[in-house]
């Protein structure tokens, strides 16, 4: 079956622009998360949604960091006034619940010019 | 909180040479441990994980690791490599309830002719 999709694969703003990254993850997955993958420090928790419960958003850097998810499917990750420093891979996953095995996409790579 | 450390950030290793990458975690509740490998432009793929039961855990494309409570280590291992086996691979930890999955910052494994 279909695996995560994650688009656009590649994006390059200017600084200060908004930019959203989609992801649709494998249907009926209630488990969806949002890392971010910079060079050499790993992945960095975002952010995480369960079924209808409230998103867990502690992993979001700033304010200007944002996201939703629609009929428990598909996620938009939205990053407002872009900083060079937002510049990194974005890396959705998603799990048939909280305590199963992630499955990613293959990632947005986003370069803040 | 848990987290993990990652002791080297790159092994380079000749074709058909065993490899071991190493994996220390901490934790203050049980855990559940996992390796992920990422090929260039891919998202991550899961190697193997372990949830409880025997220590030594066998994953896919002929890794291993082993479970070490006292030591507080997951270190990865192939008897021999190949060149497909050059990657970055993540070693990640999940606490008790928590869906949280926490990385490592990952180990550049270059497997060279």
């Known amino acids: 079956g279909a695996g995560v999709s994650q688009s656009p694969s590649n994006k390059v703003t200017e600084k200060g622009k908004d930019v959203e990254l989609r992801c649709d993850p494998i249907?009926?997955?209630?488990?969806l998360y949002w890392y971010r993958q910079s060079l050499g420090q790993g992945l960095e928790f975002l952010i995480y949604?369960?079924?209808?419960?409230?998103?867990?958003k502690s992993g979001l850097p700033s304010d200007r960091f944002s996201a939703e998810r629609t009929g428990g499917s598909v996620s938009t990750l939205t990053i407002q006034r872009t900083q060079q420093e937002d510049s990194a891979v974005y890396l959705c996953?998603?799990?048939?619940?909280?305590?199963?095995?992630?499955?990613f996409g293959s990632g947005t790579r986003l370069t803040v010019v | 909180a848990q987290s993990v450390t990652q002791l080297d950030s790159q092994v380079p290793v000749f074709e058909e040479a065993p490899v071991e990458l190493r994996c220390n975690y901490s934790?203050?509740?049980?855990?559940?441990l996992f390796w992920y490998v990422q090929y260039p432009n891919q998202g991550l793929q899961l190697l193997l994980k372990?949830?409880?039961?025997?220590?030594l855990v066998k994953g896919i494309n002929g890794f291993e690791a082993e479970f070490n409570k006292s030591q507080t280590s997951f270190h990865l291992r192939k008897p021999s490599v190949h060149i497909s086996d050059t990657a970055e691979y993540f070693c990640?930890?999940?606490?008790?309830?928590?869906?949280?999955?926490?990385f490592g910052k990952g180990t550049l494994l270059t497997v060279n002719p």
């Open positions: 372990y949830l409880s039961g025997s220590t």
């Open positions: 949604f369960q079924g209808n419960s409230a998103p867990d």
């Open positions: 996953a998603s799990s048939l619940d909280f305590s199963g095995d992630l499955a």
């Open positions: 249907s009926g997955h209630t488990a």
């Open positions: 934790s203050s509740v049980s855990v559940y």
């Open positions: 990640a930890v999940r606490g008790g309830s928590n869906y949280k999955l926490t």
